[in-house]
T-cell receptor
């Protein structure tokens, strides 16, 4: 069964450093997402991406964050200058068709980011 | 904005018994989708079941079924014949059908299975 894959599974970084989290969505999917989950809290939407551009972003997704689909298979989340409060599990997700179809969003296994 | 409420932070059930997890939501939309996701200790988010709001029939997937009450804005998950592998956090989630793409999650219910 096709899966969303994410790397790294766990990364420790120093405050102020740049971090890139990588994802390979399911191959025939067109919509891509990043969510995050701070330990002990609920899953929060960060950004959605379609047709090589951001289609929606939350208030969490400020100028420190960016997303890119550099080569048609990978989908990356970059945090420019990490802060302690960026420590969280980051989930990549994808879906095949648009939101009006209500199609299911499939999640990767997450990348656990620890900022020290 | 839509909100999703899970009022049971923790639940426990004896193995082989049935348990129901509650979820309510608030929306002004008439067309939307509801989901239950399972998050085991590995922290992966696994889809358990989904329900389209326009369908009156409750969704079922093997031992998992939902009780969807649209007027009451309630979407509970029933797990029958509970198994040890069902132990996890369960998140209820809402997704608009009208163009808003994001999933809005509840705070989750931690389910413990007692052998």
């Amino acid at each position: 069964e096709p899966e969303v894959t994410q790397t790294p599974s766990h990364q420790v970084t120093q405050m102020g450093q740049e971090v890139i989290l990588r994802c390979v969505p399911i191959s025939n999917h067109l919509y891509f997402y990043w969510y995050r989950q701070i330990l002990g809290q609920k899953v929060e939407f960060l950004v959605s991406f379609y047709n090589n551009e951001i289609s929606e972003k939350s208030e969490i997704f400020d100028d420190q964050f960016s997303v890119e689909r550099p080569d048609g298979s990978n989908f990356t989340l970059k945090i420019r200058s990490t802060k302690l409060e960026d420590s969280a599990m980051y989930f990549c997700a994808s879906s095949r068709t648009g939101p009006s179809s209500g199609n299911t969003i499939y999640f990767g296994e997450g990348s656990w980011l620890t900022v020290v | 904005a839509q909100t999703v409420t899970q009022s049971q932070p923790e639940m426990s059930v004896q193995e082989a018994e049935t348990v129901t997890l509650s979820c309510t939501y608030d929306t002004s939309e008439s067309d939307y989708y509801l989901f239950w996701y399972k998050q085991p200790p590995s922290r992966q988010m696994i889809l358990v079941i989904r329900q389209e709001a326009y369908k009156q029939q409750n969704a079922t997937e093997n031992r998992f079924s939902v009780n969807f009450q649209k007027a009451a804005k309630s979407f509970s998950l029933k797990i029958s014949d509970s198994q040890l592998g069902d132990a996890a956090m369960y998140f209820c989630a809402y997704r608009s059908a009208g163009g808003n793409e994001k999933l809005t999650f509840g705070t989750g219910t931690r389910l413990t299975i007692i052998p």
